[in-house]
Every structure is written in structure tokens, then in C-alpha cells.
């Protein structure tokens, strides 16, 4: 019966330099919700035979993200390589939001708090579209997957 879903995923540590309270609240939040709820579908492990669930490892290599995709038992199937340019300006946009936002949290009112939040979400949208156009014919997913998965990327480029 096929199971098109992430049933596990993991950050390549060693890419991860640094990371504060705020972000690693940020990838434990994006990895339960990803686990709890996604459509990952590689097509052409799945026209092979692999019908999931699949366990998904990413890391950056080269500056290209390396999404190593493996069925539920751990058995490598296959490695899908993205290059990450694109992404550039939309992750360095969403740091910066991001800082503005958690320090709002601590001193804003809530309406400042409620502008910088619309904005943040803006920007995690279109960087989430832009995944999905990245993943197309590669992988089937949906544009929650997809964002939790570019929350992910961004912990992936933290330099510190």
C-alpha cells in the first residue's frame, strides 16, 4: 500500500555552525509538524517501486542541497540534488524578518508584532512556492510540506 510521506527526517549536523533558543525552537516546531502531517512523493523512486514512507536526511554540500531519501528501514533509494542560488535572497530575508520578529516578541506592541509576523509569513510563503517549482518533477509534495521543508533549509545556512 503505498505511503507517500517523510516518516523521519534528520539535519546533517555537521552543516548546522550555529544556532539560538529561537531556531532551534523553529526546527523542532517545523520537524513534529513535518512528521505529524506531509506528502513527499520522490517520483521516481516511486515509479521504481518505493511507495513510502521514507526517511529524508538534508544537508548542504557545495552549496547545493543534498536530500538523501531512504524507505522506512533506512535502505538508501536515491540522492536529489537542488542548488541552493535561488534560495539565497529568500533565506537571507527571513533571517532578517525573523530576528525582527523574535525582537518584537520581546518589546513590540502587539500590532508591530502582528506586522513583522504578516511579513515573515509572506516571505516563508513565496520561498515555499519557490521550493515546490525547485521540486517539480522531482518530487510530488504540498505547499505545507513544503514549508516546513524550507524552515529546515534556512537552519541548514545558519553561520552564526
Not at 548542504?60 to 533509494?77: E, F, K, T, Y
Not at 522531482?138 to 541548514?156: G, Q
Request: charge should be negative; proline fraction near 4%.
Amino acid at each position: 500500500m503505498a505511503d507517500p510521506r517523510i516518516s523521519h527526517i534528520e539535519l546533517d549536523e555537521a552543516t548546522i555552525l550555529w544556532r539560538n533558543a529561537d531556531i532551534e525552537q523553529e526546527r523542532r516546531i517545523a520537524i513534529f509538524d513535518l512528521i505529524e502531517d506531509n506528502v513527499f512523493k520522490p517520483v521516481r523512486a516511486f515509479d521504481a517501486g518505493f511507495a513510502g514512507p521514507y526517511r529524508l536526511r538534508l544537508s548542504v554540500r557545495d552549496g547545493r542541497l543534498s536530500l538523501d531519501i531512504a524507505d522506512d528501514a533506512a535502505v538508501p533509494i536515491e540522492t536529489m540534488v537542488l542548488g541552493l542560488a535561488r534560495f539565497r535572497r529568500p533565506v537571507r530575508e527571513y533571517f532578517a524578518i525573523c530576528e525582527s520578529y523574535y525582537q518584537a516578541i520581546r518589546k513590540a506592541s502587539t500590532q508591530e508584532i502582528e506586522t513583522i509576523d504578516m511579513a515573515r509569513r509572506a516571505i516563508h510563503n513565496n520561498a515555499a512556492e519557490l521550493l515546490l517549482e525547485r521540486l517539480e518533477g522531482k518530487v510530488e509534495t504540498d505547499f505545507p510540506t513544503a514549508r516546513r521543508l524550507f524552515t529546515l533549509i534556512c537552519v541548514l545556512h545558519i553561520r552564526g
